[in-house]
């Protein structure tokens, strides 16, 4: 079961990154084994997906940056 579906309901606008976040669960398993390689590319979108999310929670938790 993918995380995302357990925040779904508490935190909706997680759902606008549904396809990222599937992704992102992906690699955090699969790059782990031989010969699963990942590009600059991959690795810069999968950051940019975890710095907006952890936005999100953020704000739901009243934590932003001030």
Same mark, same amino acid.
């Given at each position: 079961m993918y995380y995302w579906k357990k925040c779904k309901s508490i935190i909706p606008e997680l759902l606008n990154? #549904?396809?990222e976040l599937?992704?992102? %669960?992906?690699?955090?398993v699969e790059i782990r084994?031989?010969? @699963?390689? %990942?590009? !600059?590319e991959d690795a810069? *979108? %999968? @950051?940019? $997906?975890?710095e #907006? $999310? !952890?936005? @999100? @929670? !953020? *704000?739901y938790f009243g934590l932003e940056k001030e």
């Amino acid at each position: 079961m993918y995380y995302w579906k357990k925040c779904k309901s508490i935190i909706p606008e997680l759902l606008n990154f #549904k396809e990222e976040l599937i992704e992102l %669960s992906a690699f955090a398993v699969e790059i782990r084994y031989p010969g @699963i390689t %990942s590009t !600059r590319e991959d690795a810069e *979108r %999968s @950051i940019a $997906v975890a710095e #907006k $999310v !952890r936005g @999100i @929670i !953020r *704000r739901y938790f009243g934590l932003e940056k001030e």
